[in-house]
């Protein structure tokens, strides 16, 4: 007969097992260690069962529910006696002989490649390993954290453990290792960025500007750089992220010397800003102790080194166009704030919107610091000059609402129809700037060549 018989199996199945009878009441010889067996407490037992399990065997076999003391094979099934006092020597050998297990064995021992065409390879594609790393999904994971902006609890929520075990993933890490790895990864890719430069001996070009945050009032200074690389490809990267006290140029020109320190860089071809006087004053303390440190730290000793902004321009250019039509632009911001103000009224003026037939849509706010904000309220408020002509005659709360006061002054507004109109040619003559700005103010893309093409196109208006 076949040594792989059902009757062979049979025998080898109680061979294997035969140690473990005790533990199940069968019958054996009367010892004195089996009598002391026999008499163990109840309490003990239930302590041995609820031992934790350290064996790496265990990874491999799953205790049945009913009887703590079998267990079954994860690959072929097979059922197997598993007393703890037996320990785990019988499942490692079923393992050596389980053809199953060895298939798994092999499938993660694999090293098949696959293209990968989002690499940063210069011929836009490379191999990685199929089968992804514990390391991999890590790295992409806090990865995924800071270019989505994602909170850190978001590894710890039912959410990403749900997907991690659903394809399959490993077990996903605390927010607190996410947190460190993060921290980790920023040092290496600032070291790797400062040996680039200093390697390469990169001279790089610098925009920097500061805003003042709505919420707290404080004031921040963003600086960001521009070179190309050793492949001549356009790179930029924010070197600095600093809190100022103030707008003075003394304190801009502290910010940016104390940025150049820090990063080691030593050559300096331009630095862009807005027209602010500051900015101009902080650049020319900037150029005289930059020259300081070497003849070759700035083109031209610095005579090319303070750049306008294009954008800046173009929008105080259109600021001052706008204050001819201010009153009009300001009649329809009001009415666009009324609406806004509450569901009620919300809700007014999309009935004013279905019975004019006009296809439903939101009515945006400008922010006045931002001319093309404007631009885009007012080419979104013509599309809905019916309703708001409906809403003066049919709204008396609409039209009260204009009839307040605000500072000693009337409130501007409903708005007219010379208002409309001239709105109307303004918006046609705006779309040339706005298209001008958005070509500027490419962030992935040289544009300083563009601007003599746009200056021109301005100028033949």
Same mark, same amino acid.
């Given at each position: 007969m076949d040594s792989s018989s059902p009757q062979r199996e049979a025998i080898r199945d109680d061979d294997e097992t035969q140690g473990n009878d005790d533990e199940f009441g069968t019958t054996s010889p009367v010892t004195a260690s089996g009598n002391k067996r026999k008499t163990?407490?109840?309490?003990?037992?239930?302590?041995?069962?609820?031992?934790?399990?350290?064996?790496? @065997?265990?990874?491999?076999?799953?205790?049945?529910?009913?009887?703590?003391?079998?267990?079954?094979?994860?690959?072929?099934?097979?059922v197997m006696r598993c007393a703890t006092s037996n320990g785990t020597s019988c499942l490692k050998k079923h393992l050596g002989i389980c053809k199953e297990h060895q298939t798994w064995v092999q499938s993660q021992s694999q090293t098949q490649h696959t293209l990968n065409a989002e690499s940063?390879?210069?011929?836009? %594609?490379?191999?990685k390993l199929a089968r992804v790393s514990n390391e991999v999904v890590r790295e992409a994971t806090n990865e995924m954290l800071v270019i989505s902006e994602l909170p850190l609890s978001f590894v710890d929520g039912l959410g990403w453990k749900h997907f991690c075990n659903k394809v399959n993933l490993p077990k996903?890490?605390?927010?607190?290792?996410?947190?460190? +790895?993060? %921290?980790?990864?920023?040092?290496?890719?600032?070291?790797?960025?400062?040996q680039l430069i200093s390697g390469n001996k990169q001279r790089v070009s610098l925009t920097t500007d500061i805003w003042v945050a709505p919420s707290t009032a404080a004031s921040y200074m963003v600086i960001t750089a521009h070179f190309i690389d050793d492949r001549w490809k356009l790179r930029k990267f924010i070197i600095g992220f600093k809190h100022v006290a103030d707008h003075k140029g003394v304190t801009i020109c502290s910010v940016l010397l104390e940025c150049m320190a820090e990063w080691g860089i030593k050559k300096v071809f331009t630095i862009t800003v807005d027209n602010a006087t500051a900015n101009t004053n902080a650049l020319k303390l900037f150029r005289d102790a930059f020259n300081?440190?070497?003849?070759?730290?700035?083109?031209?000793?610095?005579?090319?080194?303070?750049?306008?902004?294009?954008?800046?321009?173009?929008?105080?250019?259109?600021? +001052?166009?706008?204050?001819?039509?201010?009153?009009?632009?300001?009649?329809?911001?009001n009415a666009i704030q009324y609406i806004r103000a509450s569901s009620k009224r919300?809700?007014?003026?999309?009935?004013? %919107?279905?019975?004019a037939r006009m296809t439903r849509g939101s009515l945006s706010l400008d922010c006045k610091t931002r001319w093309n904000s404007t631009y885009l309220m007012l080419s979104r408020a013509l599309k809905f000059r019916a309703a708001?002509?409906?809403?003066?005659?049919?709204?008396?709360?609409?039209?009260?609402?204009?009839?307040?006061?605000?500072?000693?002054?009337?409130?501007?507004?409903?708005?007219?129809?010379?208002?409309? +109109?001239?709105v109307e040619g303004l918006v046609k003559f705006l779309v040339?700037?706005?298209?001008?700005?958005? @070509?500027?103010?490419?962030?992935?893309?040289?544009?300083?060549?563009?601007?003599?093409?746009?200056? %021109?196109?301005?100028?033949?208006?």
């Open positions: 163990k407490s109840a309490a003990a037992v239930k302590k041995k069962k609820n031992t934790s399990t350290r064996s790496t @065997v265990w990874n491999h076999y799953t205790r049945l529910k009913d009887n703590r003391n079998k267990c079954s094979c994860n690959y072929c099934g097979r940063d390879d210069e011929d836009g %594609v490379q191999l996903p890490h605390s927010r607190r290792t996410a947190t460190r +790895d993060i %921290v980790e990864l920023y040092a290496k890719r600032k070291s790797d960025l400062m300081a440190l070497g003849p070759e730290c700035l083109v031209l000793g610095g005579e090319l080194l303070h750049l306008r902004c294009c954008a800046h321009i173009i929008n105080l250019v259109v600021r +001052d166009g706008m204050l001819e039509v201010d009153a009009s632009v300001c009649a329809i911001r919300v809700e007014s003026f999309d009935q004013k %919107v279905e019975s708001f002509d409906r809403m003066e005659v049919e709204d008396k709360l609409y039209n009260d609402h204009f009839q307040e006061t605000v500072e000693g002054k009337k409130r501007v507004g409903p708005p007219t129809s010379e208002d409309w +109109d001239k040339i700037f706005y298209n001008s700005t958005l @070509v500027v103010s490419a962030s992935n893309s040289p544009s300083s060549y563009k601007c003599y093409n746009e200056i %021109v196109t301005i100028e033949g208006i």
